[in-house]
C-alpha cells in the first residue's frame, strides 16, 4: 500500500480510505504480503481526475459500479468492428472532458446499454468517433445528455427499419451478399430525404408562429 500510495501520490491514508470504501478492488494477497497493481494504479488516478472535474466519491463510486456492470468490448463487437466507423479509446476522465457534468451513472448505464459505450480493463471504448463527437457537440449546443441518448435509441430503432427495408429491396434483385452500392446509395436516399424532412419540419414551425404586433 506505501508502494502504491507513492506512485499515486497520494497519502496512504487516502488510499486505505479509497480501500474502505471499496473505491478500489482488494489487493492479491500472499500471505501477510498485499500485493497492488497496475489497475489499482490507475483507478486512484480515474479518482483524482474525477474529483478535479467536480465529481464526489459517492458519485465516482457509483459510476465506477455501473462502469464494471457493462459489458466488455469483446462482447459488443461480437460480430466485428463496424465497417465505416472507427472506435475510440477513452479513459474515464477523457469521457468527463467530452460531457462536462453529464456523465452520471444513468447516462453511463444508458450509453452502456445502447452498445455506443464497452469496457475494455480500465479503458471505456466509444463504438463510433462520429457519434461521439456528435453526441459532446449537441451536449455543448445546451442539449441534456439524457435527451440525446432517448433520442439516439429512437433513431437506432428508425436505423434498423431503415436498413431491413434497404437490404430486403436490393437482396430481392441481387445474388450478392452486400452489393456495392448498398451503402452509397442508402446514404443517399436518407440523406436527401432527411434533408428534405427538416424542410417541412422548419416551414411548418415558421407557419405556426403567430405574427409579431406592432412595436409599442
Avoid: C, K
Wanted: charged share 30%; hydrophobic share 40%.
Amino acid at each position: 500500500m506505501e508502494e502504491l500510495a507513492r506512485e499515486a501520490g497520494i497519502p496512504v491514508r487516502t488510499v486505505r480510505f479509497y480501500r474502505e470504501r471499496g473505491l478500489i478492488s482488494p489487493p492479491r494477497r500472499e500471505g501477510r504480503i498485499a500485493w497492488y497493481d497496475d489497475h489499482h494504479l490507475a483507478r486512484l488516478r480515474t479518482i483524482a481526475g474525477l474529483l478535479e472535474r467536480g465529481h464526489t466519491l459517492t458519485g465516482i463510486a457509483d459510476l465506477a459500479r455501473t462502469f464494471e456492470s457493462g459489458r466488455d468490448v469483446a462482447e459488443v463487437l461480437g460480430l466485428g468492428e463496424p465497417t465505416e466507423e472507427t472506435p475510440v479509446r477513452l479513459t474515464p476522465e477523457q469521457l468527463a472532458d467530452h460531457f462536462e457534468g453529464e456523465v452520471t451513472p444513468e447516462n453511463l448505464a444508458a450509453a452502456l446499454d445502447l452498445g455506443y459505450l464497452a469496457t475494455d480493463g480500465d479503458e471505456i471504448v466509444h463504438i463510433s468517433r462520429r457519434l461521439l463527437e456528435v453526441s459532446a457537440e449537441l451536449v455543448r449546443e445546451g442539449v441534456p445528455l439524457a435527451t440525446v441518448l432517448s433520442a439516439a435509441r429512437r433513431v437506432r430503432e428508425h436505423a434498423d427499419a431503415l436498413a431491413e427495408l434497404f437490404v430486403s429491396a436490393l437482396e430481392a434483385h441481387s445474388d450478392e451478399t452486400e452489393p456495392p452500392q448498398l451503402r452509397p446509395l442508402a446514404r443517399a436516399v436518407v440523406d436527401a430525404e432527411l434533408s428534405m424532412a427538416l424542410d417541412r419540419r422548419l416551414r411548418r414551425d415558421s407557419t405556426d408562429r403567430p405574427p409579431r404586433g406592432p412595436a409599442s
